[in-house]
Nanobody, 120 residues
Framework: QVQPVESGGGLVQAGGSLRLSCVAS????????MGWFRQAPGKQRELVAS????????????RYADFVKGRFTIALDKAERTVYLQMSSLKPEDTGLYSC?????????WGQGTQVTVSS
């Protein structure tokens, strides 16, 4: 892998759940930050959630956008070098292209994104 690779997007009905996965291009270090961003057509890309590679357990080192807090959960599996975004209670406004960020040494590596579409 030369970039992180996302998967798990798709079409889901409002109120449903979806689990996104992002496999990092290499081992996730303590200094690495993994994040999920989303972008809808005509809108700016916005942070959804992020997690520090130094996080071993619990919510320490995690960050969530206010509009998803309580509905989305970010988790990191270093052994699988994968970051997950568990999404529940999805709303139509959650629709967008979800991209994975792999930040190393203050340099950003972006995945191609996975489309999430929430229908009413």
């Amino acid at each position: 892998q030369v970039q992180p690779v996302e998967s798990g997007g798709g079409l889901v009905q409002a109120g449903g759940s979806l689990r996104l996965s992002c496999v990092a291009s290499r081992s996730i270090l303590s200094s690495t930050t993994m994040g999920w961003f989303r972008q809808a057509p005509g809108k700016q890309r916005e942070l959804v959630a992020s997690i520090r590679g130094s996080t071993l357990d619990g919510n320490l080192g995690t960050r969530y956008a206010d509009f998803v807090k309580g509905r989305f959960t970010i988790a990191l599996d270093k052994a699988e070098r994968t970051v997950y975004l568990q999404m529940s209670s999805l709303k139509p406004e959650d629709t967008g292209l979800y991209s994975c960020l792999e930040r190393r040494r203050n340099y950003d590596y972006w995945g191609q994104g996975t489309q999430v579409t929430v229908s009413s």
